[in-house]
């Protein structure tokens, strides 16, 4: 079993930045692979970031792609999303979640809120 606990939302104006970080425990995270998803109300869940277990491989989803990045670190069982130049857009939950594969992912976090002011 693996537990995910998301910190790093809040509040910040269009064009800013926040570092968002999901903690692991349990099951050794280093033999997962992480990803980031956001929902914004009445929106489906969206994909935004990935990562593979050893860090080399990154998926960034187009819409964020230039402004997103992902990054871990299996020391530390943590695995960071550094968003800059947010927009309005990018208000959502975000939620970390940890899988066998970067496209099916068992365990998920609680979310935290990402509200971005114009």
């Known amino acids: 079993q693996v537990q995910l606990v998301e910190s790093g939302g809040g509040l910040v104006q269009a064009g800013g930045s926040l570092r968002l970080s999901c903690a692991s425990s349990?099951?050794?995270?280093?033999?997962?692979?992480m990803g980031w998803f956001r929902q914004a109300p009445g929106k489906e869940r969206e994909f935004v970031a990935a990562?593979?277990?050893?860090?080399?491989?990154?998926y960034i989803a187009e819409s964020v792609k230039g402004r997103f990045t992902i990054s871990r670190d299996n020391a530390k069982n943590t695995v960071a999303l550094q968003m800059n130049s947010l927009k309005p857009e990018d208000t959502a939950v975000y939620s970390c979640?940890?899988?066998?594969?970067?496209?099916?992912?068992?365990?998920w976090g609680q979310g935290t809120q990402v509200t971005v002011s114009s």
């Open positions: 349990g099951r050794t995270s280093s033999s997962l692979d």
């Open positions: 990562i593979t277990r050893s860090g080399v491989t990154t």
């Open positions: 979640a940890a899988g066998y594969t970067t496209r099916a992912y068992t365990y």
